[in-house]
């Protein structure tokens, strides 16, 4: 009996998941037994041949789809897209830290470990077929996150940050639980599978508690994804932090959140979907224009990029609402577009910045002649601003291109011109940048040092790269994106 | 008067919109915590509740699972609340405003 019960859970399918905990825990142990200050060579090691082998296991398993743990988990195209983009991003981002935690002083092994149980519990988001999962997940993640943005304990900004999104984040985990609480209430589970049924066949007679219940769940998902008006802790959180946990909350959780949102509402709220397109229509709208606003108000890059990512979360809200696989699809290319490209606007913003404990070197008076005194990164910066703003030949064309596709051919024509009107506008605040970098004359007496390692060229080199690759290829990218998507639907 | 599912769903939405209004009005970071508890606590209230109202366990499953959450929620919370209150001796969420804008 006992090994029946073991082989329908299917363990060997959740393999990537338990291989990212097993490294957090290798690399803990690494921290003890190496002598103090050599030990994070060996943790920045351990992580990043652990993360490849992730990326790996994640790629060979993609053949082995089902249900696991009694269908707590599923294991599909769609979930092995998601692995495969956020291991990605913590590996970027892992890669990049060695020397950057060096400077910030922060210097300990944690900082590893929680990036890593952030993956593990992005990654339960993802695959998470009972809303306990996904709750787990969410808290998994929210909670190390929580404890990333304040790590530079010494730095007054990063204890307010941390403080702010840790209480924010609190809050909307009771909504979260309150919601899932009146969901089970009236469909008597928390299983999705279950969900669907009931809500199916209740058709227009749908409980108003159930109505309740999603709607909670669906505050708890905006704040996630900072949108609109739920985004109030998001520009502090990302300016507190140290700059390589920005470039990471900024991308990864904000896929893992949406890819949670995707699974609930389209699968388990389908039968609801007229009146959430309805609300998110109008999260849409101002998530894209107060972002904007906000963003075009910024003297910082690191807040201008902070502001700027509500405006993209904004048009991936555009695509949601269309609820259909055109608009899914739309939001898995989207979603892995930006995260290139923001971590290489992020890194060569923490190039510039002067000095790591003031933060001083984010103006954008910083970047002045940039390209006279490092010509490869302005390229790149030019690059990731152009992808940013959405103009071709950059991957970034094609994401805002196939959102707003999504949304005319689904009869959001309204919203599709809104946010085209949008993205117009956003190209000034990118454009300032790019001005700064190659139209200005250098000022020799403000400049400082210039913060470059190896390993971040090289980070930076592959985002170039898959920019501009992505940008002159995007079918490859958008056929995976599909086939991904056709296991939701 | 019998007790039934009805009473419990109403102090739990009592208790919820304390914990809201609670977070939303007071300026202490340890009270805005213990709200947070108190709204953390009546969605548990009311899952329990429909637990046994609808006979089936998964509800009570599931308060073991968010009352270890909670647990972890409060240990991040009040270590970030000693950094702050190394650095600027004061609870008081008003004061913290460096990063206004």
């Known amino acids: 009996m006992f090994d029946n019960l073991i082989a329908g859970m299917h363990v060997g399918r959740v393999l990537p998941e338990i291989l990212v905990v097993v490294v957090a825990f290798a690399a803990i142990l690494i921290d003890i037994i190496m002598p103090r200050g050599r030990s994070t060579r060996g943790v920045q090691v351990v992580s990043v041949l652990g993360l490849l082998m992730v990326i790996a296991a994640s790629f060979f398993q993609r053949g082995d789809t089902g249900q696991a743990f009694s269908g707590m988990v599923m294991i599909d195209n769609y979930t092995t897209f998601f692995r495969i983009l956020l291991s990605a991003i913590t590996l970027l981002i892992i890669g990049v830290s ?98 669907t049924v ?42 507190g932090a140290p700059t390589t946990i920005t470039a990471f909350m900024s991308t990864a959780p904000k896929a893992a959140a949406f890819a949670a949102f995707l699974r609930v509402f389209y699968v388990a709220f389908g039968s609801m979907s007229d009146g959430w397109t309805m609300v998110l229509w109008w999260i849409a709208v101002v998530s894209m224009t107060f972002g904007n606003l906000l963003a075009l108000r910024q003297d910082s890059v690191k807040r201008m990029l902070a502001f700027s990512s509500i405006t993209h979360a904004g048009y991936l809200v555009v695509a949601f609402l269309t609820f259909g696989q055109q608009g899914a699809s739309a939001i898995l290319f989207y979603l892995v577009v930006y995260g290139i490209m923001n971590i290489g606007a992020f890194l060569v913003a923490i190039a510039v910045n002067r000095n790591e404990d003031d933060d001083k070197g984010y103006h954008f008076d910083d970047y002045k002649g940039l390209v006279y005194r490092r010509p ?34 689904a009869g959001f024509v309204g919203l599709a011109v809104i946010g085209v009107l949008n993205s117009a506008v956003s190209v000034y ?32 080199l592959i985002c170039v790269i898959l920019v501009l690759l992505i940008g002159l290829f995007p079918d490859t990218l958008l056929n995976a994106a599909r086939a991904s998507v056709a296991a939701l639907l | 008067m019998v007790i039934g599912l009805n009473h419990y769903l109403i102090l739990a939405a009592l208790l919820f919109t304390i914990g809201v209004v609670g977070v939303l009005t007071r300026r202490n970071v340890l009270i805005i915590m213990m709200s947070v508890e108190l709204m953390l606590n009546s969605a548990n209230l009311t899952l329990i509740a429909f637990s046994h109202y609808l006979l089936n366990a998964v509800g009570q499953v599931f308060v073991f699972f968010s009352m270890t959450v909670a647990a972890a929620e409060v240990g991040i919370g009040l270590a970030i609340i000693v950094t ?17 804008n």
């Open chain 1, 98 to 195: 060695e020397r950057y935690i060096e400077i910030t002083r922060i210097r300990i092994a944690e900082y590893y470990l929680m990036l890593l149980f952030a993956l593990f519990g992005m990654l339960l988001m993802t695959m998470g077929q009972d809303l306990l999962i996904i709750f787990l997940g969410i808290e998994t993640m929210s909670v190390s996150l929580y404890a990333l943005v304040g790590m530079t304990r010494h730095k007054h900004a990063s204890n307010e940050g941390a403080l702010k999104y840790f209480l924010l984040g609190a809050f909307t985990t009771g909504f979260f639980l309150y919601g899932i609480a009146l969901v089970f209430g009236v469909t008597g589970s928390t299983n999705i599978v279950d969900i």
């Open chain 1, 198 to 239: 009931f809500l199916k066949s209740a058709g227009s007679e749908t409980p108003i508690i159930a109505w309740a219940g999603a709607g909670l769940i669906m505050i708890a998902f905006a704040f996630k994804a900072a949108l609109v008006p739920f985004h109030w802790w998001s520009p502090d959180a990302y300016e």
């Open chain 1, 376 to 409: 490869g990164m302005a390229i790149a910066m030019l690059v990731f601003m152009l992808s940013l703003a959405g103009i071709p030949p950059t991957a970034g064309f094609f994401g805002k291109y196939y959102i707003f596709s999504s949304a005319v051919s």
């Open chain 1, 429 to 460: 605040y990118y454009l300032r940048l790019i001005v700064n970098m190659f139209l200005t004359e250098r000022d020799e007496e403000t400049e400082g040092r210039i913060f470059w390692t190896g390993e971040m060229a090289q980070v930076v």
């Open chain 2, 84 to 100: 702050i209150f190394r650095n600027t001796e004061s609870l008081d969420i008003a004061k913290l405003n460096l990063l206004k």
